[in-house]
């Protein structure tokens, strides 16, 4: 008998942690030494002296702990400024003191990960490889970061800031930038991988066989696509993204180039776009709609811009003196990753595999007069699609005949957030449960976890009630949101994933 409990648990155990394993997990991050503008704000705050070894043994340590693999340097030198020992710039670090490139190559080998080495910029963000000028010193910055670094254990290839962009398709010019600098990267460190992370993907021209030729052109290792669901390049992309990811994945097939994914974390604190807007953590429940989406066109690995910088662990250097939003986004992505809380019904959602246990019921009364609650349709990331069930008053109230009393432990609702169409996720949600219709029992209420960073994002969240060991044959779900309009589209009771 004992035998027997004991691989029933271990059963339980393996499954629940194959539970969407195809979701692909973070595994690698950029990390940025500069503080270049406004958008750095919060990614290299001024209070922080990011110059500082032991900053950065603390980070790397910290990254490799949540899981990561891989530090992609976005710049090893800026405004003719380095962060490692070069012999033809000024340092940006105090002479005497190891250098932070110096210091994440050390930290990286005593965490065994895995470090893409830059090769900018000559001069600025702004660095464009059409200048031979700019080429020329980028070559000398690999030439030197190769001597010094190429021996770590840790110094897995080379990334390329050329982001040049996708839209309709990648120009020549940038591909035989990219083909010479990826040329001069292997003669100088054999057999290390080079990667670049082009944008541009909402407006790329996939039907046009150029686009896929001009991929294959490449005679790079790895590309990794930018998602650009940070950066907002259309109202609300996420739909688009998946859509085409999709069609990459299939460009790459045969390739012989990897294809990863650069899933952007941010939202903005003021307009998008502009380098006078702070970036700040999206909605978790945004990410992890990005992440499933890569995962599902079939990525190799999930980078991310960023992991360092948002998704900082509670206590560390950067969240110091943050708001409070800086310590959230780090404990949701924690939580989604040991299968905790509301996370992991939400993610089976975007696969759209959950069977309601409502199957069968039906709504009886509708305060947003919808009538279509429990019969699997599940919408996505757009106000306008049909599945969504609007309230335009903030106050939403269902109630749901499942045809006979049933046990119920979980009750869940799913809803929608979209700032600029004032639709917003609700303040809190009650659940409750009757025999009759007439009397109810409230067996939960769930006070939704919104974000202040809601500007530009639409994105899906859930209300999740479990462990209540309930019944009834009714059940009534209450939604309130002051000053906003509630959009849901599933009212799960007992969902199965």
């Excluded at 080429?135 to 190769?146: D, G, H, P, S, Y």
């Excluded at 840790?154 to 040329?183: I, K």
């Excluded at 019904?345 to 069968?360: I, K």
């Amino acid at each position: 008998m004992k035998s027997k409990v004991v691989t029933a648990i271990f059963l339980l155990v393996f499954l629940c942690g194959t539970l969407h394993a195809q979701t692909k997990r973070v595994t690698g991050t950029w990390v940025n030494l500069f503080w270049q503008d406004e958008r750095n704000n919060y990614m290299n705050p001024h209070y922080i002296d990011t110059a500082d070894p032991e900053f950065w043994h603390l980070k790397i340590k910290e990254l490799h702990e949540m899981g990561m693999e891989y530090v992609v340097i976005m710049a090893v030198a800026n405004e003719q400024k380095a962060a490692y020992p070069s012999a033809f710039m000024e340092h940006s670090y105090p002479e005497g003191r190891k250098s932070p490139v110096e210091a994440i190559m050390d930290a990286a080998d005593e965490c065994g990960m895995h470090v893409f080495m830059s090769c900018g910029w000559a001069k600025s963000q702004l660095d464009d490889l059409r200048d031979p000028e700019i080429v020329r010193l980028q070559i000398e910055i690999m030439k030197e970061t190769a001597a010094l670094f190429s021996g770590h254990e840790s110094f897995y290839g080379w990334y390329l800031p050329v982001e040049d962009s996708l839209e309709p398709v990648l120009s020549d010019h940038a591909v035989e930038a990219v083909n010479s600098m990826a040329g001069k990267a292997r003669s100088l460190t054999p057999g290390k991988k080079v990667m670049i992370s082009p944008y541009g993907i909402c407006n790329a021209d996939f039907g046009n066989p150029e686009f896929a030729a001009q991929i294959r052109r490449l005679e790079v290792d790895i590309i990794a696509y930018q998602d650009e669901v940070g950066c907002v390049r259309e109202p609300m992309p996420m739909k688009r993204m998946k859509e085409h990811f999709s069609l990459l994945g299939e460009i790459h097939e045969g390739s012989g180039i990897e294809f990863w994914a650069n899933i952007e974390s941010f939202t903005w604190d003021r307009e998008t776009n502009s380098w006078y807007s702070a970036l700040v953590p999206a909605a978790f429940g945004r990410y992890l709609s990005q992440l499933v989406g890569v995962s599902r066109a079939g990525v190799g690995n999930v980078l991310s811009f960023s992991m360092f910088g948002i998704y900082d662990k509670p206590g560390s250097p950067i969240p110091l003196g943050q708001p409070l939003w800086a310590n959230r986004a780090y404990a949701d992505y924690m939580d989604w990753l040991a299968g905790r809380g509301r996370w992991p019904l939400l993610e089976a959602t975007f696969y759209g595999d959950v069977r309601n246990g409502a199957e069968g019921a039906g709504v009886v009364s509708s305060s947003g007069g919808a009538a279509a609650l429990v019969d699997g349709s599940l919408g996505y990331e757009d106000y306008n699609a049909p599945e969504w069930h609007m309230s335009p008053d903030g106050e939403m109230a269902v109630v749901i005949d499942l045809g006979e009393n049933r046990p119920v432990d979980v009750l869940a609702a799913r809803f929608l957030a979209y700032a600029p169409a004032s639709v917003s996720i609700p303040d809190m949600v009650d659940f409750y449960v009757s025999d009759t219709g007439e009397c109810y029992e409230k067996v939960s209420t769930v006070v939704m976890e919104n974000t202040d960073n809601d500007l530009h994002d639409c994105w899906i969240d859930i209300a999740m009630a479990d462990g209540l060991g309930a019944s009834g044959r009714f059940v009534k779900v209450v939604a309130e949101c002051h000053g906003s309009a509630i959009c849901c589209d599933e009212i799960f009771v007992n969902p199965v994933y």
